[in-house]
């Protein structure tokens, strides 16, 4: 073949050197074989996938990282209350003695008392402003004091509420009673009056729900007036009833040593895997109030101890025992998932590595590779140019002069 | 036998085509660089033998002119492969500007969704937390305008290439123009029988440039060159160029009409042109209607999981993101429709410290769209696609390139001009018009000599 000009086949060689060259040297420079998704589309769509799981892994980290102090203040304080109540049992056998003077039953009771309040200190225990037993309700202390008698804010001799009031439809009255442990939730529908109502609270009752002698009723004031009409009951209530307002506690109408659970039994659960979801919460109802009522115990005992007699002592601490046993069964599922989250936290630590490693895989460039592909993209480059440098001189004319 | 007269004539005549040889060797260097030019070669015949008596004596040799030494075939295939070149570039070039928008290391959608995704889940372990409520609205946020960056980099994509269009058409008409002018004169040389030349090698340069532009298909008229367009629209007859127009469609985009005002905008292939066309009206709007696929059917899931659950206020839970009623257009305006934290729909039943619907708005994530796919592997198959257009263009773009290379060099072996060949012939010519004048000096001393015959005698 008659070659007339080798010029634009150097430039042509000499460029494709120079490309492979900056290509070498770019994947020396940044460490990856994938720079662009050009440059492997396939192994970039699956980084795009392979990204997404590891935001996952991180997330469930850092989730597990969050609800396990949490689930360990729950754990830690359901200990405590088991180690509570044991010493109210020792105590009530003691008080359940017929020898015992009626002034040490007293001084029995007293101490009962101070277990009861720190069971309810536990039991309100809170993680980073979390109350642990509050259910789904976590922002607010889930055990508080019972009264007698609740009334609204809403209502006046002047224009006082009735029977016949129409309630807001979709508006929420709770009534929570420490004796029955059990908690009555009214939605008002549509249509629906204070007469509605008072026939759910009566409903309530016959159900057990609520304490016998609970009802509502429209005080001389003209205010509602929700009440257990017993001294030694106690509920607590609440309502986003505009037309009621907030209900108020009467002044003077707390019921010594009764506490009525004011959370909610919703779980909440948190996903710590991709088939994994923990329950991060244990409702106090379901610790402590609607299996074996163990506050109800705590109180009766220490009404029985104040004013009962021996059998009865014996029966209130059995009741306390019979709880003791309970809480004590909850907290085995709760250290079950500690555990599990220990063990995922240590599984989610290995699958990122795997995971860090297949990403290096897919688009990354082992280095020992990238520095051979350089020098090799050196060499071909230095033997273009010096080839370039040996030919184009040369010419016929050279010679002739 | 030959007379002195006779002999003086054929070393004349030598001493032209030496003469005229060296022009052509001395033109052949000249342009040994330039783009377009085919090496001439001088055309050299011996004249007709004069019959004297019994015997014919040759009469010397004859320049009958140049000739170009072409290779119209493989000027034909240089076309064709510049055609494919140029329509690879173009739409690399604009899918190497797309690409970026699709990375997966930051800002771009998959890290985005990523994003919500685990704010949505870090939420679900504190629902009442009013920064991990705002993470949540931040991430959405983020992610809508991860959207929105996409699109208006495709759809601005599209606007700047239709100044391309409109520019390509001008330089198409320009170069029409020129190549038509060029006819009638490449006609006159033709028909006397001469090679077309420096002319003809000009207007294959200009050939070339208008493929680099478009597809345009070359056929040899009795006026010279034809040239029409790929689907057979005349561009050039005779010294005759026929303009093509563009004009604004009613989609916004420029088309191109021929000279009867026929939109021939689809038909255009191959070229910057034809690159620029096909990445505009059939690669950018496929992405851009996956995009918005993907904006709205994501947007709409987020809604219907939002529906599903209660803010933390007890209220039904409205839409997360504002999108349009049409997928058209959905990546382009998808915002937040929410900008308070506590209008997050975490809860199932209602209470504040629920987190049950998270779980709803978590699973959109793991849940295939309408379209088929999760909201990930559809942004996964987008990226695929992204990728593998642009890998494809910038294959052809290398493989055309080397094509062309190779083409260049057969062309080259052809048409070109070797320095060391013109040299030689420099030589050979050079030592041809010595030996012509040789000769005339030698008959000039044989006249003297004859001349002076009798004189020498007579002393």
């Known amino acids: ?401 | 036998m030959g007379s002195l007269g006779s002999s003086l004539s054929i070393a004349v005549q030598s001493l032209n085509a030496a003469s005229g040889s060296l022009q052509a060797t001395n033109n052949n260097i000249a342009n040994a660089n330039t783009p377009g030019y085919t090496r001439q070669v001088p055309i050299l015949e011996e004249l007709a033998p004069v019959n004297e008596g019994n015997f014919s004596a040759g009469s010397g040799v004859d320049l009958k002119g140049y000739q170009s030494v072409r290779d119209q075939l493989l000027q034909t295939q240089i076309q064709q492969e510049t055609q494919a070149q140029s329509g690879a570039n173009a739409q690399l070039a604009s899918l190497q500007q797309i690409q970026p928008t699709f990375t997966t290391s930051t800002q771009d959608i998959g890290t985005e969704m990523s994003a919500l995704f685990s704010s949505i889940s870090s939420l679900s372990t504190n629902p009442t937390s009013s920064t991990s409520r705002q993470a949540v609205l931040t991430a959405g946020q983020n992610l809508a305008t991860a959207f929105n960056t996409a699109s208006n980099t495709l759809t601005s994509q599209q606007s700047g290439l239709n100044t391309q269009v409109s520019q390509d058409v001008t330089q198409i008409n320009q170069l029409t123009q020129q190549i038509a002018a060029l006819n009638p004169q490449i006609a006159e040389l033709t028909s006397s029988g001469q090679d077309g030349g420096t002319l003809q090698d000009q207007q294959n340069q200009l050939v070339l440039q208008l493929s680099a532009l478009t597809s345009v298909s070359v056929t040899q008229g009795t006026d010279g060159e034809e040239l029409s367009t790929g689907n057979g629209m005349p561009l050039v007859v005779g010294s005759q160029s026929f303009s093509l127009q563009t004009t604004t469609g009613s989609d916004g985009m420029t088309h191109v009409l021929d000279q009867n005002g026929t939109d021939i905008t689809s038909s255009l292939t191959g070229g910057d042109l034809g690159g620029t066309i096909q990445t505009r009206d059939t690669t950018i709007p496929g992405l851009l209607g996956q995009l918005d696929t993907l904006a709205n059917q994501f947007g709409a899931a987020m809604n219907a999981a939002q529906a599903m659950g209660y803010d933390q206020n007890g209220n039904a839970g409205q839409n997360i993101f504002t999108i349009p009623a049409t997928v058209a257009g959905s990546a382009a305006s998808i915002k937040m429709a929410i900008s308070d934290p506590t209008l997050i729909a975490a809860s199932s039943d209602g209470t504040a410290g629920s987190n049950g619907n998270l779980a709803n708005l978590s699973a959109v994530q793991t849940t295939a769209l309408p379209a088929g796919q999760t909201p990930g592997n559809a942004y996964a198959s987008l990226v695929f696609q992204v990728g593998s257009l642009t890998s494809n263009a910038n294959a052809e773009s290398t493989a055309t390139t080397a094509s062309l290379a190779q083409l260049n060099t057969q062309l080259s072996s052809v048409s070109g001009v070797s320095i060391d060949e013109e040299s030689a012939n420099l030589i050979t010519y050079q030592q041809a018009y010595e030996a012509a004048a040789r000769v005339v000096s030698t008959i000039q001393e044989l006249f003297t000599v004859t001349m002076s015959m009798g004189t020498a005698a007579a002393e």
């Not at chain 1, 509570?84 to 009962?112: C, D, H, K, P, Y």
């Not at chain 1, 101070?114 to 069971?119: A, D, E, G």
């Not at chain 1, 129409?166 to 204070?194: H, K, N, R």
């Not at chain 1, 599984?347 to 990403?359: A, S």
């Open chain 1, 1 to 401: 073949m008659r070659v007339a000009n080798l010029l634009p086949d150097i430039q042509y060689q000499m460029q494709q050197s120079q490309q492979a060259l900056a290509t070498a040297t770019q994947q020396l420079a940044t460490g990856l074989r994938v720079n662009q998704l050009s440059d492997d589309p396939a192994a970039s769509a699956n980084m795009v996938r392979s990204l997404a799981y590891s935001a996952n892994v991180d997330q469930y980290t850092s989730n597990v990282s969050s609800v396990l102090p949490q689930m360990q203040t729950a754990d830690s304080a359901i200990s405590s209350i088991v180690t509570s109540l044991n010493s109210a049992i020792t105590l009530g056998t003691e008080g359940a003695n017929g020898t015992e003077s009626s002034a040490n039953r007293i001084e029995i009771a007293n101490q009962v008392q101070s277990i009861l309040s720190s069971v309810i200190a536990q039991a309100n225990s809170s993680f980073q402003g979390v109350y642990v037993f509050g259910g789904s309700d976590s922002t607010t202390p889930p055990f508080v004091p019972a009264s007698t008698t609740y009334t609204s804010s809403q209502g006046s001799i002047a224009s006082p509420l009735a029977a016949t009031t129409a309630l807001t439809a979709g508006s929420v009255t709770t009534i929570s009673d420490a004796a029955t442990g059990e908690t009555m939730t009214y939605q008002a529908a549509a249509g629906d009056t204070i007469a509605t109502l008072q026939s759910a609270i009566a409903s309530a009752v016959s159900a057990g729900t609520l304490s016998a002698g609970t009802s509502a009723t429209i005080s001389a004031n003209g205010q509602l007036s929700i009440g257990t009409n017993s001294a030694t009951a106690g509920i607590v209530v609440s309502s986003n009833d505009a037309v009621l307002g907030t209900m108020t506690a009467d002044s003077g109408t707390e019921v010594a040593n009764a506490y009525a659970y004011v959370g909610s039994s919703g779980v909440n659960t948190v996903q710590v895997g991709d088939s994994m979801n923990v329950a991060t919460n244990l409702p106090g109802n379901q610790l402590l109030t609607s299996g074996p009522n163990v506050i109800g115990s705590l109180t009766s005992l220490i009404t029985a101890l104040q004013t009962g007699s021996a059998a009865q002592i014996g029966a209130a601490t059995t009741a306390v025992f019979s709880g003791s046993t309970y809480v004590g069964q909850q907290r085995v599922p709760l250290d079950n998932t500690i555990s599990q989250l220990n063990s995922q936290e240590s599984y989610l630590g290995q699958e990122k590595i795997t995971l860090t490693t297949q990403q290096t895989a897919l688009v990354g460039i082992n280095m020992a590779d990238a520095a051979t592909n350089l020098s090799q993209a050196q060499l071909d480059n230095s033997t273009v140019l010096a080839a370039a440098a040996k030919i184009m001189p040369q010419t016929l004319l050279q010679y002739l002069q």
